[in-house]
């Protein structure tokens, strides 16, 4: 069956530091992957979609990677800011009507 | 723009009865997809609904049902409540083109079954 695998244990980082959270899928041939981010009590919010054909993408201080091969996603917080502490999910489609599988999300914290 | 609203935010039941919730699409968009999500879980797809038909349905049993109507507009409805039930239930909304349309949730209902 399929699988997606973020990293369990929150994240605590520094402010000013770059944060790097993980997202390791199997038995998947996504066409893209997407990254959510979400607050306690409040619906994801979609950050950034990465196509299979993209090795990066960029967003103001966000940065994704895909790679295909390895089955893996990497999303990155540059320069880090208390308001990025959130819950980041994320997600593959099992269909081509945009359904998504999410993964449990990693809990990011960051620290003045 | 108004953004999905759902209602209500919280609500607490008892393990047998039933539920209805309810959920206003972002202007402009036809298809409504509802998830389930845990305490500490992402957020798991029940069913989806395009043009007031479901449209495909995740792994939920039929106590789990909905309606979408023709402001696009939709409910879930789940019958017989177990304790497992309690969740955080969000309503996306997404415009249908193709594959890539990303998810706008609303803030969810938070269910309590005791």
């Known amino acids: 069956s399929q699988k997606i695998e973020q990293n369990s244990e929150a994240l605590n980082i520094q402010e000013g530091k770059t944060a790097t959270l993980t997202c390791n899928y199997t038995?998947?041939?996504?066409?893209?992957l997407q990254w959510y981010r979400q607050d306690p009590g409040r619906g994801p919010v979609f950050l950034l979609l990465i196509r299979e054909n993209e090795k990066e993408k960029r967003k103001e201080r966000l940065k994704v990677t895909f790679d295909t091969t390895l089955k893996q996603s990497l999303f990155h917080i540059t320069a880090s800011q208390p308001a990025d502490s959130a819950t980041y999910l994320c997600?593959?489609?099992?269909?081509?009507?945009?359904?998504?599988?999410f993964g449990a999300g990693t809990q990011v914290v960051v620290t003045p | 723009e108004t953004g999905v609203t759902q209602s209500p935010t919280h609500l607490i039941k008892t393990r047998g009865q039933q539920v209805t919730l309810r959920c206003s699409s972002q202007s402009g968009h036809n298809t409504v997809s509802w998830y389930q999500q845990a305490l500490g879980q992402g957020p798991q797809f029940i069913f989806q609904?395009?043009?007031?038909?479901?449209?495909g349905r995740g792994n939920f049993p039929p106590r789990f049902s909905g309606l979408q109507f023709p402001n696009y507009s939709s409910e879930l409805n789940v019958n017989a409540l177990e304790l497992d039930d309690s969740a955080l239930y969000l309503c996306?909304?997404?415009?249908?083109?193709?594959?890539?349309?990303?998810?706008?949730f609303g803030n969810g209902t938070r269910l309590t079954v005791t």
């Open positions: 609904y395009y043009r007031e038909e479901e449209n």
């Open positions: 038995n998947y041939s996504p066409a893209y």
């Open positions: 996306a909304s997404s415009l249908p083109q193709g594959d890539n349309s990303p998810l706008h």
């Open positions: 997600a593959l489609p099992t269909d081509s009507w945009g359904k998504l599988q």
